[in-house]
């Protein structure tokens, strides 16, 4: 077997296409766009580098055929409540059915890492934040994959625990048809609301997107930023957000809470634009953008996906998430827009989250790990420690 290291043009070129191949016998498959791939190993396009460093490998039999390959990367911004020593990650891991050749992967990841300081390796995870390529899939292969989901052979979970890996943590994925009937506390918690003066929930207008960018950032800096596993954004990292996301954002399926004008909760929701890139072979030119808005126009994509969603504290546990939800249902249902509605993944550390998906009718969908790998094995390997999150 023969290990490079992705240098140049081939070398990126073949980095690509060795999880094609080797997701190629799934029809459920669904290649990521090569640029976004590309991107996250960009200096110039991902921030993370002013934090870190990445590297990655090809693999190759002694045919000359490709069969894996591996990502390594080091972030100081990379935190996990409870750890002592410093963890770096692997990711973007594809590999033919051979432990051997897994573990010459692993290897590899690991003495990189262990040169640059780093005591333990989690994985698979991306060099970047958590809403793109986290985790090993174990359960769902039957169905498409949402945009930026991990999607793997089966046997990838083998690989990873024959080499060592443990499991550090489950993600865990939600589903449920749009129609579908809310159980009964969400008309009754949004008649209550409804009948209070000063609440009111919302979506968003596409032509108003600096605004719901401050609400944006105002709700989740509250929800969210006040844990050790968050970090605060700024209502200019937003709008930079949102613009980009503009061409396929629905503005019907974004939703705030507010009460006097003052933003309390959201509930961000997008088409699932897997379904558009399907089509592309990993490919995003000139001509996948125009097919993209003519598909948009004729509502082929069937498919929502929650992208956000938060209280602010102050509201948490009154049911004001089940009237913006609700209130969003009135609009959404038995329109014929959408059937499917998968919700982003939520660690089993996060069981609020969890309830959430649960009250709304959601049946588990997929199931991810994230794997840890201590590097001194006289050290006590330990799962993700319990979080609060309130949401």
Not at 146 to 172: C, I
Not at 348 to 358: A, D, H
Request: glycine share 8%; with cysteine; aromatic share 16%.
């Amino acid at each position: 077997m023969q290990l490079m290291e992705v240098t140049g043009r081939d070398t990126v070129t073949a980095f690509l296409e060795v999880n094609a191949l080797m997701n190629r016998s799934n029809p459920a498959y669904i290649r990521p766009l090569d640029k976004e791939v590309n991107d996250v190993f960009n200096p110039e396009k991902n921030k993370n580098f002013k934090y870190g460093d990445a590297r990655r490998w090809i693999l190759k039999d002694d045919n000359g055929q490709l069969i894996g390959r591996i990502a390594a990367f080091i972030n100081s911004k990379y935190i996990n409540k409870g750890t002592d020593f410093p963890t770096g990650g692997i990711g973007y891991f594809d590999c033919i059915n051979d432990q051997q050749a897994a573990n010459m992967l692993f290897d590899t990841a690991k003495t990189w890492l262990q040169s640059k300081g780093m005591e333990a390796m989690d994985g698979p995870i991306n060099f970047g934040d958590r809403d793109k390529w986290w985790g090993l899939m174990v359960e769902g292969f039957d169905k498409e994959p949402m945009y930026g989901m991990s999607f793997n052979p089966p046997y990838y979970e083998q690989l990873f625990e024959g080499y060592g890996f443990q499991n550090y943590y489950n993600q865990f994925y939600y589903s449920m048809k749009v129609d579908d009937p809310l159980p009964p506390r969400f008309p009754e918690r949004h008649a209550k609301f409804k009948a209070k003066p000063g609440y009111v929930a919302k979506h968003v207008n596409l032509n108003e997107l600096e605004k719901y960018a401050g609400d944006f950032a105002t709700v989740y800096n509250a929800a969210w930023a006040q844990h050790g596993e968050g970090k605060e954004v700024t209502k200019e990292q937003v709008l930079k957000l949102f613009k980009s996301m503009k061409p396929i954002m629905d503005e019907r399926v974004v939703w705030f809470a507010y009460y006097k004008e003052d933003p309390i909760a959201m509930f961000i929701n997008i088409p699932d634009v897997n379904q558009y890139f399907k089509h592309f072979n990993g490919k995003f030119g000139l001509l996948q953008k125009l097919h993209l808005l003519w598909m948009k126009k004729r509502g082929v994509n069937k498919r929502l996906t929650g992208l956000a969603f938060g209280v602010v504290p102050k509201y948490q546990s009154l049911g004001i998430d089940s009237f913006m939800i609700y209130e969003s249902a009135l609009l959404i249902q038995n329109k014929g827009w959408y059937e499917e509605y998968e919700m982003g993944w939520a660690g089993e550390w996060n069981p609020k989250m969890l309830n959430v998906y649960k009250s709304l009718g959601g049946v588990p969908s997929r199931r991810m790990i994230t794997y840890r790998y201590l590097f001194d094995h006289t050290k006590n390997f330990e799962r993700h420690p319990e979080m609060e999150y309130k949401i």
